[in-house]
């Protein structure tokens, strides 16, 4: 069994009352039917109403921790860039 | 032997329920998810193996309704003789290799759930139980099926152990049809259901079921008359092994 029959697959679920697909955990697989099935075994003990994303791991592209500096840096200098100054008028909804 | 033992405390049996009904469709799943326990730790990939350990363990919860309809479900399991086992031959079958054990899943599922459907429509004492159980057996032929294509369809030495495999378990289906008392379904009509069902799936995966007279291959077997074959009486006397040592001990 080589890696590239059997390829790692990172899988998303939502529970039966969650908002969004949350990142479970990975397996390995021989294609994304089965990818889905492990996945029920693995990681929703068969929930009812539960939703099942796989996803080939090559397929995600990650950002990097080298380039975690410029990449999420803030910039917490700029005050102006967060809009926490602002009177919220009487009347103004769902903000 | 027509009464199983049942030991001197089992609770007596609900008149609605048919022992010999409980006991068969009961000791199918025990045995069946016994075998596939014996898969635990040998799988060829991990995945895999929880994939088979959760079918034994729905089958398990099956045999333990059903065994608990009739008396001790620890004494039906543990203290009963080879000869009072009422499971088919085809599910005490020795796993083989992989495509052994999927040819055996392949037959006994599809008619399993061909059968629970049944009785899940029924009002029958066994109805709630297979309410729940034909949506677990459902997956268990999907996984079935999907590693027959697989297999079938993999490469030359997968698709010709497949091929092996169905033909060798071929003998034990046709028991699978057989009346059975107090099983309110008409057994040899889900013969055609499940045959169309099973070739469906053995074409997909380009393999060919055994051809020839169906009665021939179909009259092998006389599980429910407790006549088993050699192989079923070491595995039980591994799986009573402890119970047998212990006797009384709760756990």
């Known amino acids: 069994m080589s890696s590239t029959d059997w390829p790692l697959w990172e899988v998303f679920v939502r529970s039966r009352r969650g908002l969004s697909h949350t990142?479970?955990?990975?397996?390995?697989?021989p294609d994304a039917?089965?990818?889905?099935?492990?996945?029920r075994d693995l990681y929703t003990r068969r929930s009812e109403g539960v939703s099942i994303w796989v996803v080939p791991s090559t397929e995600i592209t990650a950002s990097s921790p080298d380039e975690k500096d410029p990449f999420f840096e803030p910039a917490a200098d700029k005050p102006y860039r967060?809009?926490?100054?602002?009177d919220i008028p009487e009347g103004v909804r769902h903000l | 032997m027509n009464r199983p033992h049942t030991g001197t405390a089992s609770a007596p049996v609900s008149p609605t329920v048919s022992a010999g009904a409980a006991l068969a469709l009961g000791d199918d799943a025990l045995v069946l998810s016994h075998r596939l326990g014996e898969w635990a730790g040998h799988a060829p990939v991990l995945e895999e193996e929880v994939a088979l350990a959760n079918i034994a363990l729905d089958l398990l919860g099956q045999a333990r309704f059903l065994l608990q309809l009739v008396g001790d479900e620890d004494e039906l399991a543990y203290l009963?003789?080879?000869?009072?086992?009422?499971n088919v031959q085809l599910v005490e079958q020795p796993n083989g290799d992989f495509a052994h054990t999927i040819a055996r899943q392949l037959y006994f599922s599809t008619y399993q759930e061909?059968?629970?459907g049944q009785l899940s429509a029924?009002?029958?004492?066994?109805?709630?139980?297979?309410?729940k159980a034909v949506k677990e057996v459902a997956y268990h032929r999907d996984h079935a099926e999907h590693w027959t294509l697989r297999l079938g369809d993999g490469t030359e030495e997968s698709h010709r152990r497949m091929q092996t495999a169905l033909n060798a378990l071929w003998r034990c289906t046709g028991e699978l049809f057989e009346p059975v008392e107090g099983v309110d379904v008409d057994m040899a009509a889900l013969r055609d259901g499940w045959l169309t069902l099973v070739t469906k799936t053995v074409q997909q995966a380009t393999l060919t079921l055994p051809t020839g007279p169906q009665a021939g291959a179909w009259t092998a077997g006389a599980g429910r008359q407790g006549?088993?074959?050699e192989s079923f009486g070491r595995m039980l006397a591994e799986m009573q092994h402890l119970h047998r040592s212990h006797p009384g001990a709760s756990w």
């Open chain 1, 23 to 29: 990142h479970a955990g990975s397996l390995h697989a």
């Open chain 1, 33 to 39: 039917e089965m990818a889905l099935r492990n996945a």
């Open chain 1, 82 to 86: 967060h809009p926490t100054f602002y």
């Open chain 2, 80 to 86: 009963r003789e080879e000869r009072a086992f009422r």
């Open chain 2, 114 to 116: 061909l059968l629970y």
């Open chain 2, 122 to 131: 029924g009002d029958g004492p066994f109805a709630p139980l297979a309410a």
């Open chain 2, 227 to 229: 006549l088993h074959t």
